[in-house]
């Protein structure tokens, strides 16, 4: 498990980093930005739909009412799908750990591959989805953050993702407002599920054998399959799904492989898979679900047969290597502070479904 404790390390000052970037981004730019560039449609829509969602911190779960709000405000279907496989898939938290972790190919190659993942599947539901227009259902219970669904301050379920203005005003107000988002609510949104990932990739790295993947070393096409059975049922967000790659990488899985549950694990789980054919159709989630699909695999060909593979290095001697020589005591500090952090996170999570179970 030496290694797992590498990763976190190595992680832990990119992930704060990021949750406060998160938080920043929450404080300081209206969400009416969103909605009056989203609220179109057409082509337009649909490409503002994938810029806007690169970097926003939102999890796999947070997207999915935040999604269907820009929906009933008159987003087309595919600017509501380019915006639900985009922002899931990257984020800036996620951006900057993948690079602290993967190395900065990956982190390049990751949200431009999100990106245009997002205009083709828009671009399908515009041309070919289900043409109806009627006004989506919300989002079904369990499907997004449930400690949201009855706040006194936040009516409905939006994970802390509505349209309107920060609670605080001024600078410092607004700089609160960013310390609360990023290190609790966003806390509370993926950090569970990054501590699953991080389990995840500790029980892949003790019980699944060193050569595993080795079997399918001449048959690039069957491992990506392999993965995509694992990664479109599993809920698992863009930073927890990092360091299960890693140790994927560690057991013979190819870089391009690795992509692979890097697009499709966080864009795609049974709640997302609910909402979007309730709400866009199915037809529209057939299509939604072949962009992922047909994306994931021609970027994870690209990797392993078009780039450079020492370009790739980075990630696999940072998985079997450990980073031992490079841990200082910014890495244990900030190991610490994200270990603290998630505790409240969780502890607070658990208190609001304990408060939310004596409401009903």
Same mark, same amino acid.
């Given at each position: 498990m030496q290694e797992? =404790?590498?990763?976190?390390?190595?992680?832990?000052?990119? =992930?704060?980093?990021?949750?406060?970037?998160?938080?920043?981004?929450?404080?300081?730019?209206?969400g009416m930005v969103y909605s009056r560039y989203l609220g179109g449609k057409g082509f337009?829509?649909?490409?503002?739909? +994938?810029?806007? #969602?690169?970097?926003?911190?939102?999890?796999?779960?947070g997207v999915l009412p935040t999604?269907?709000?820009?929906?009933?405000?008159?987003?087309?279907?595919?600017?509501?799908?380019s915006f639900l496989i985009a922002t899931p898939e990257t984020g800036i938290d996620s951006?900057?750990?993948?690079?602290?972790?993967?190395? =900065?190919?990956?982190?390049?190659?990751?949200?431009?591959? +999100?990106?245009?993942? +997002?205009?083709? #599947?828009?671009w399908l539901i515009n041309k070919f989805g289900d043409k109806d227009e009627v006004c989506p259902a919300e989002a079904p219970a369990g499907s997004c953050c449930r400690h949201h669904e009855h706040s006194k301050e936040n009516k409905g379920c939006c994970c802390h993702h509505s349209h309107g203005e920060p609670r605080h005003e001024g600078f410092a107000g607004k700089m609160l407002e960013a310390?609360?988002? #990023?290190?609790?609510?966003?806390?509370?949104?993926?950090?569970?599920?990054?501590?699953?990932?991080?389990?995840?990739a500790g029980l892949i790295t003790v019980f699944v054998p060193d050569d595993f993947f080795a079997l399918f070393r001449?048959?690039?096409?069957?491992s990506m399959l392999l993965v995509l059975c694992i990664a479109i049922p599993?809920?698992?967000? +863009?930073?927890?799904s990092i360091p299960i790659a890693v140790a994927l990488m560690m057991k013979g899985l190819t870089p391009g492989a690795a992509l692979v549950l890097l697009m499709a694990g966080p864009a795609c789980n049974m709640a997302s898979i609910l909402v979007i054919n309730k709400a866009l159709g199915r037809k529209s989630l057939i299509l939604y679900l072949v962009s992922i699909i047909t994306m994931a695999i021609l970027w994870g060909h690209l990797v392993d047969y078009l780039l450079p593979a020492e370009w790739f290095h980075t990630a696999? %001697?940072?998985? %079997?290597?450990?980073?031992?020589?490079?841990?200082?005591?910014?890495?244990? %500090?900030?190991?610490?502070?994200?270990?603290?952090?998630?505790?409240n996170a969780l502890c607070h999570h658990c208190h609001n479904s304990h408060c939310h179970c004596h409401e009903k």
């Open positions: 797992i =404790l590498n990763l976190i390390n190595q992680m832990s000052p990119y =992930l704060l980093l990021g949750f406060f970037l998160a938080g920043v981004m929450h404080a300081f730019i209206p337009r829509s649909v490409f503002y739909g +994938a810029l806007f #969602g690169i970097p926003l911190p939102l999890c796999s779960c999604a269907m709000s820009l929906r009933k405000q008159g987003a087309s279907k595919g600017a509501t799908a951006i900057i750990a993948t690079y602290s972790i993967l190395g =900065l190919p990956f982190a390049v190659i990751r949200p431009i591959a +999100a990106f245009c993942n +997002a205009m083709m #599947g828009g310390l609360r988002f #990023g290190f609790v609510e966003m806390m509370e949104d993926i950090g569970k599920w990054l501590v699953v990932g991080l389990v995840i001449d048959n690039t096409q069957l599993m809920y698992i967000c +863009a930073t927890g696999m %001697c940072n998985g %079997c290597c450990g980073v031992e020589e490079t841990t200082s005591w910014l890495n244990w %500090c900030s190991t610490i502070v994200l270990g603290i952090l998630l505790l």
